[in-house]
Every structure is written in structure tokens, then in C-alpha cells.
């Protein structure tokens, strides 16, 4: 019996379903019998008005009662995560190795893999000191400028993410317990236990790509690199990041 192909998202750092805009399109064009499943970190989202878990230990424990509402016993499961959604699928193996077949993460990083300059940059970092003071438009163009690279999306991925955070706007503590959680992440000495693929932005000018090589190298396990997008690849090139998943299930 053939299973069905199921892809599981998670977003990154304050983001949500939403924002995964045109990826999700692009994937199932290319995977047309494969269902596609978003799930929400706490504290964004579906669940913008609830409190954000401290760890990422606890956000997976949550979200993954959502996961078990979706998930059917005959399915080839493959999580695409991205940023602070790198750290929850890599605890999510550690707990619940039994879950997932396959694995795509993007521009993620992990403390005692990576310094603390490469996982966060300090000039990304002072950007970021001022999201706080920003509210609406103002806010999602300055966070749009520092994690994509490709000005031509810019004015339309704005728009939507400015009706975004009008509908489910993440609150300043949930942004800090997020922050918090991804500072204190350590990936220890787990090792995947199922196929892993690492997809990273030469150009990214919030994580350096550095941390994706560490990766790719603790692991031994392949990565590719987007010679311009930035840190929301998916965004930046949505396309190019659906195809390269296509190419590492066929491997």
C-alpha cells in the first residue's frame, strides 16, 4: 500500500501559517496528491492570544496535539521547517522519533553547534531592538527588510503581511519568550534518525549560513545554498526552495 505524502510547515521567530504565502502553492503544485498542514507555534497564529512556552521542549509538547488531530496511520510524513521551526522539529525527533519520515529544515541554527554572532548577527540583532517600538505597516517593513533580499516581492509580501498582523497580531511578551526559547536551544549530541535536508541562504543577513554548514558538517548530511535570498527564503524564492525538496525526496 502506497502512502500518502503529507508535509507538515512550521514557521519561525513570531511568524505564522500565513506568512508561508505562495510556498505552499508552489509545493503542491509540484506534489499535486500530497497534503500539505500548517501548524502554529503558540503565541502566533491560531493561537496569537495564547502564551508562548519559555522552551521549545514545551512548544512542541503543544503543537504536537495538533499534529496528532491530522496525522493518519498510513502516511509518509515530511516536516519543512524554517528558522526557530528548525529547533522545534529537531526536539520534536529527539522526543517523538516516530513521527516523521523525512525532514527539510531551512536557515535554522542551534546553540553549542553555532556561536552566538553566526545564530543571531549583531547587526541583525540592533535592527531588531527596534521592532518593539513599531507598530502595524511600520512594523512588518522593518522585519521584512531585514529577513528577505528580493526587493521586487517587497511592496505585495507587505501588504499581506500588514493584514496579518491587523488579524493575529503576536504580542511584545510572546515575542521575548520566543527569543528566549531559541537563545537557550542546544541540540546536544542528538543525531537525526531519519533522512535530513538543509537548505540555507548564502546571503542571509539575520543567521549567518555558517550555522547551516556547521550542521550539514555534525551531521554529514547535504545542504543547499540560495546564492541571494535571504532569511525568509520561502519568501524570497518559494519556488526554488518547493523544487529543491522535490529533488531530495527522489534521492
Known amino acids: 500500500m502506497t502512502k500518502q505524502k503529507?508535509?507538515?510547515?512550521?514557521?519561525?521567530?513570531?511568524?505564522?501559517?500565513?506568512?508561508?504565502?505562495?510556498?505552499?502553492?508552489?509545493?503542491?503544485?509540484?506534489?499535486?496528491?500530497?497534503?500539505?498542514?500548517?501548524?502554529?507555534?503558540?503565541?502566533?497564529?491560531?493561537?496569537?492570544?495564547?502564551?508562548?512556552?519559555?522552551?521549545?521542549?514545551?512548544?512542541?509538547?503543544?503543537?504536537?496535539?495538533?499534529?496528532?488531530?491530522?496525522?493518519?496511520?498510513?502516511?509518509?510524513?515530511?516536516?519543512?521547517?524554517?528558522?526557530?521551526?528548525?529547533?522545534?522539529?529537531?526536539?520534536?525527533?529527539?522526543?517523538?522519533?516516530?513521527?516523521?519520515?523525512?525532514?527539510?529544515?531551512?536557515?535554522?541554527?542551534?546553540?553549542?553547534?553555532?556561536?552566538?554572532?553566526?545564530?543571531?548577527?549583531?547587526?541583525?540583532?540592533?535592527?531588531l531592538l527596534k521592532v518593539p517600538l513599531l507598530s502595524g505597516r511600520k512594523k512588518e517593513s522593518h522585519i521584512l527588510e531585514l529577513v528577505t533580499n528580493h526587493k521586487d516581492i517587497f511592496s505585495e509580501t507587505l501588504d499581506h503581511w500588514e493584514i496579518i498582523q491587523k488579524e493575529r497580531p503576536v504580542s511584545l511578551a510572546n515575542t521575548f519568550k520566543q527569543l528566549f526559547a531559541a537563545g537557550i536551544f542546544r541540540s546536544g549530541d542528538f543525531t537525526p534518525p531519519i533522512p535530513l535536508q538543509l537548505i540555507a541562504s548564502t546571503h542571509d543577513r539575520m543567521v549567518s549560513v555558517e550555522c547551516s554548514r556547521a550542521i550539514a558538517k555534525k551531521w554529514n548530511v547535504p545542504l543547499e545554498e540560495h546564492p541571494t535570498g535571504g532569511h525568509d527564503l520561502t519568501v524570497d524564492d518559494p519556488k526554488w526552495v518547493a523544487e529543491r525538496i522535490k529533488v531530495s525526496t527522489e534521492s
Open 6 to 127: 503529507h508535509f507538515y510547515l512550521i514557521r519561525g521567530l513570531i511568524r505564522e501559517k500565513a506568512h508561508w504565502g505562495n510556498f505552499i502553492t508552489y509545493l503542491q503544485e509540484i506534489f499535486p496528491k500530497a497534503l500539505v498542514t500548517t501548524i502554529d507555534i503558540p503565541g502566533a497564529g491560531d493561537y496569537f492570544s495564547s502564551p508562548s512556552p519559555l522552551t521549545v521542549r514545551e512548544m512542541v509538547e503543544e503543537m504536537r496535539r495538533d499534529f496528532l488531530r491530522f496525522k493518519t496511520a498510513h502516511e509518509d510524513t515530511h516536516l519543512v521547517a524554517i528558522s526557530l521551526g528548525g529547533m522545534i522539529a529537531i526536539e520534536w525527533m529527539k522526543k517523538y522519533p516516530q513521527d516523521f519520515a523525512r525532514a527539510t529544515l531551512i536557515n535554522t541554527s542551534f546553540g553549542g553547534v553555532s556561536p552566538v554572532h553566526h545564530r543571531l548577527r549583531p547587526e541583525a540583532f540592533l535592527h
